[in-house]
């Protein structure tokens, strides 16, 4: 394999449908995910920062070398994976603004990390050291190769946007990668991870250095899974996806993030050995995971006691786990498959679970995080002290940092490179996924500069406007998403004339000229959205969707203190916009009390509906739970 | 105090409305429980034992004294407790029928117990031997106390049923309790135990001996409750019921097993002590616990992850937990409330928890049982294995021994003192709370023998004939339980005359003679049964009923290989008893397949009924899963 040209995206495969576009050639200019990606730069870098130095977790690679690591480590297994994530962040912050002060800060903790590796490239503060045990000894929990994989994302997103950088972190990654490949080659500990993660790090690994070894032990990773390799536990082996092989799976099960990053690695190694019944195997499992295994926010995960995926169906709002991890694997393996395959339900995943999961983690302010999002929230619950790690996945409120602290780390890395989530290309031309204003320019290999600018107010509104600010003297392809949820009312303008476009990627073909201009406008009435009837734990209930957006009724806004669990939508008016909330109609169930909630007749169903309507203001599901302790729904029962 | 009459029962309060009769007073001769008390003793009790010697957790009290505790103790930190609930089983069974093969067991188990017990009474074959940590030094996990709670009410039950026997197990006993007195009274460490159960066991053991010191112990720790001495754990000191006062709770939360026995002892505490407020606050926490965190089987704990209690209306009936053991401690707080109050719906709920938590926990051959006792299983699962304990407490089948197995030992010395159950007597006369077939005789203090027979076929059949079988002097009072379930439809026909009545204590006071005749009739037609409007995971469904029992629909009954989640009930048709099954009228769900399921109109919740109306048989909930690997579901959606 040759090495990649340094395109600066995170997933750059060397064979597909498409390739994406990077950091350097799309730029996100305003809107939604602008602000988030400010608050990014501005406040959650600095805070993921600061905590790590507060717990110890940076300082940890310091004791490899000049302290007592048994007695003063810090942190739990897999701490050493939150700094590789931060450098990852900052490396893609670095490739977006070029900022000195990061910089410098990236330098420093590359410094760090640099001393703690030994002399064979093994480099984990946990594991192999005095006092501790022995190296590759709990492969089960140690999460030693996953942490070696996040070290390798981390070298990519620096040898994509720096490619010229000094500071020696992409030699530390190829170095740990060496020991990794030497440890667990074909003639080594015949192995593998309890967490994956390794895989696909491996193979981008490969991509970005040219070096095949490291994609061949990335598919020999994905080949071991699924013997029973890892040992049972008491949620049974497919928590570690170690109960089926990967070509023989049907859908992903067991811990939600292990399932996506494992699926992730295994489409990379598919597109890069041109394997078309391991692509086959993970495409079937996503569509049964998507089609019966993941709520309406995108959020995947309904079990709180192994953070893992459920049964088909079995999807409680009030018990989402939908970890925010989850959301960000989801988006690793959608993208990937995106690419692979150039259908636009991938994409249409991506966006739900951005819009709903990924930028729901992070408070207004970036410093207090999600772990986990539920859909429903009946109780206020306490707010989590600010001043320590939060020891609960399920916090009440975001808390500033958690004993797990996966979260904040991985929201990071993926703000930082969103934009390489936007556009791509192939022969024919150029796609747009997701919609931001901003600016897009690609050289064509023996092509003239495209250059685009988008003008959007999404999601608020539908209206996406295409400026061609390029002239070409050939023809290409324009191709835009218009999404599932905008089937029925999408309309593509082009040259004066409006007509009706389907889901899917809708196409425009010709040489294109400075000046000209495509609009897609999006139906943004809000909707009702009804679940499939086998979704038991929300039957007589309905969402509302607005654009790409989940709302949910929060308690701060029921001036009148009625309660969020006492409202009964009316879906006989359609959910409307007025002062720019979305408001739906309303009665109050007038539950009465029984010494015992069971009984024959309607009359134990307690379900009189009460008083006038009321028109309840809902709130963008991203946005709850910034204004105090509250309660949350986001699935209404209806009248 | 001074030590009670050595009544045949598991709780004998000094104070309070009722006085529960023995074993000695009621025997149970036929029908339901009369088999399952047969195949405790001739199967379960057997079992058990082999179990408990194959896992070593017997052998380890043999290391105490011979052995190298460090290497060879097997079995988690509270295995001592299933020893101490296996020898409390055998007691009752002892007290039952004299089984001399029994007792020769009961006494080898409890030689072996002894020589582990320390010269100053502290027994613990985990903790405070050579190479163990210190005693009392894991309060929050380490369960010693909860172990000598366990081997008080063996003692207490040995006590009540030989109160002549030499076996010394009451003087072991003695000797651990007074250790715990020494160790943790007013002067000693101010701590308590992260599982319940030592307080109820030591007022209990005060009740038994007469010794107020146990019973001011007792007290002790049911007030250092609730002021956070345990510490923190992910998910809140709510889990030991830690985090409120016991008599500043409003209902019960956290472990259900843990605040079940907590509450139990709370009651033993402020019976005997005559605490009104302490009662009062048992109480309403009961009453709120039942009205909104209570399945319609009695079962308690709806979450997986810390075996707990969730929130009000949090009821899922596909991730109900409903322990086995909180089913049993269920039974166990709501009975010492019926003795403090007489109030019916205690009576109540000991029915409803016995048939279908209690008795669907030991599968028919009595040799393997559900830990958990879920409402809803969507998928087949695998059986698990016969030959090891299974580690996974959410078994999809019955496993016969589990690594945390408490629920063997808790089924069935609750099975082998259910006699103790059935009845009361106060001032006034007898109370008849359970229907069995049987016979009671109770000489009341300075009064004539009293005796009866019970004859029915109950809960097959409706009909409770109780004759009279001994002449009185003096009017006294018959109390006969109207279970809520039957407030329309019950009739009590006394001299051949038939009057309606209502739930609660229908009674009949004369001077009784012999061969008097009272019927209690009570309606036996199955039912619908409707949730309340704020339990969001069964909305749209319902449960069917008859009698007692909580019926379900099983995938092994349904000929056509219709699928038990793809049923719609027919309302309108009431439920029948065709050819011995109780039969609704269904139609087929015909699912429609999307790649998203959720959509806009109805067309996404795939709701169309097709064909004919099938005739669904249903199982009683407590007989399912007796016939190979299944799926099952209580609450069936409506059409």
């Given at each position: ?6 395109t ?20 996100i ?6 602000e ?5 730069a ?19 690679f ?7 690591l ?8 897999f701490?050493d994976?939150?700094?590789y994530k931060y ?8 490739g977006?603004t070029?900022?000195p ?11 760090r ?15 192999g050291h ?21 070290l390798?994302?981390a ?5 994509r946007?720096r490619?010229?950088a000094?500071?020696g ?10 020991n990794?490949?030497?440890?667990f ?5 015949d192995g593998l ?8 790090a ?7 250095t ?8 990335g598919?020999?990773f994905?080949?071991r899974?699924?013997t ?11 928590y ?6 990967v070509?023989?799976a049907?859908?992903l099960?067991g ?5 996506n990053y ?29 089609a ?18 459920g ?22 393996l ?5 690419l692979?395959?150039?259908d ?12 709903n ?28 002290d600010?001043d ?23 929201v990071?890395?993926?703000?930082a490179s ?10 024919e ?14 050289r ?5 500069d495209?250059?685009l600018?988008?003008?959007t107010?999404?999601p608020?509104?539908g ?16 191709s835009?998403?218009?999404?599932g ?15 009706p ?9 010709r040489t ?7 609009v ?6 809000p ?8 979704i038991?734990a ?16 929060e ?8 309660n969020?669990d006492e ?12 002062g720019?909330r ?13 010494h ?13 509906p ?17 204004r105090?302790p ?10």
């Open positions: 394999m040759a090495p990649s040209a340094p600066a995206a995170p997933v750059l495969p060397s064979r597909g449908r498409l390739q994406p576009l990077g950091l350097d050639e799309v730029r200019t305003g809107g939604f995910w602008a988030r990606q400010s608050v990014n501005e406040a959650t870098l600095e805070h993921i920062g600061h905590w790590l130095e507060r717990e110890g977790w940076i300082r940890n310091d004791l490899v070398d000049t302290g007592d048994t007695r003063e480590r810090r942190g739990r297994e701490s994976s939150e700094v450098l990852e962040a900052m490396a893609w912050e670095i977006r070029g900022d002060e990061l910089e410098s800060r990236f330098r420093a903790v590359v410094t990390v640099a001393r703690a590796q030994d002399a064979d490239g093994y480099l984990n503060t946990k594991f005095s006092g501790q045990p022995p190296r590759w000894s709990d492969l089960q929990w140690g999460h030693e190769l996953y942490c070696v994989g996040h390798l994302q070298a990519v997103a620096r040898a946007t490619p010229e000094d500071d972190l992409v030699a530390i990654a190829r170095r740990a990668a060496d990794v490949c030497a440890t080659g074909p003639d080594g500990i991870c309890g967490h994956p993660e390794i895989e696909t491996l193979v981008e690994f490969a991509r970005a040219g070096d095949d070894r490291y994609l061949h032990q598919a020999l994905v080949e899974r699924g029973g390799r890892l040992g049972d536990v008491e949620w049974g082996r497919e570690f996806q170690d109960e089926t092989p070509r023989e049907t859908v099960r811990h939600a993030v292990r399932a494992l699926a992730a690695g295994a489409v990379d190694v598919a597109a890069e050995t041109d394997d078309p019944d391991l692509m086959k195997a993970v495409r079937d499992q996503w569509r049964n995971t998507v019966r295994r993941t709520y309406v926010t995108g959020g995947q995960g309904s079990r709180h006691q192994d953070e893992a995926f049964e088909d169906w079995g999807l409680p709002p009030d018990r989402a786990y939908s970890e925010t991890c989850a959301g960000v694997g989801s988006v690793m959608a993208w990937r498959l995106l692979a395959s150039g636009s339900g991938y994409a249409d995943l991506i966006e739900r679970t951005l819009f999961v990924v930028s729901t983690s992070p408070g207004a302010d970036g410093r207090q995080f999600f772990y986990t999002n539920t859909l429903h929230r009946r109780e206020l619950g306490t707010v989590p600010g320590r790690p939060s020891i609960r996945a399920a916090a009440a409120q975001r808390a500033p940092w958690y004993e797990v602290s996966c979260c904040p780390t991985n990071a890395r993926t703000l969103l934009a390489a989530y936007v556009a791509t290309t192939d022969d031309g150029l796609q747009i996924h997701q919609y931001v204003p901003g600016t897009i320019a690609h064509p290999v023996d092509g003239t495209r250059r600018t988008l003008t107010g999404y608020a509104d209206q996406i406007r295409v400026r061609i600010d390029s002239d070409d003297d050939r023809p290409w392809t324009l835009l998403r218009v999404p949820w905008a089937d029925r009312g999408a309309t593509l303008t082009v040259d004066g004339e409006v007509r476009v389907r889901a899917g990627y809708v196409t425009e073909r294109w000229r400075r000046g000209d201009e495509v897609l406008s999006l139906p943004m009435a909707r009702f959205t009804h679940p499939d009837a086998r038991d929300v039957r007589g209930c309905v969402a509302v969707e607005r654009g790409p957006l989940v709302f949910a009724v308690s701060v806004d029921l001036s009148g203190g009625e969020v409202l009964l939508v009316d879906t006989s008016q359609p959910p409307m916009l007025a720019g979305v408001v739906v109609c309303c009665r109050r169930l007038d539950p009465a009390d029984h015992w909630p069971y009984g024959g007749g309607e009359a134990a169903s307690t379900t009189t009460r008083g006038d309507l009321l028109e309840v203001p809902l709130i963008a599901y991203h946005a709850w739970a910034n105090g509250s309660t949350m729904r986001v699935w209404l029962p209806t009248i």
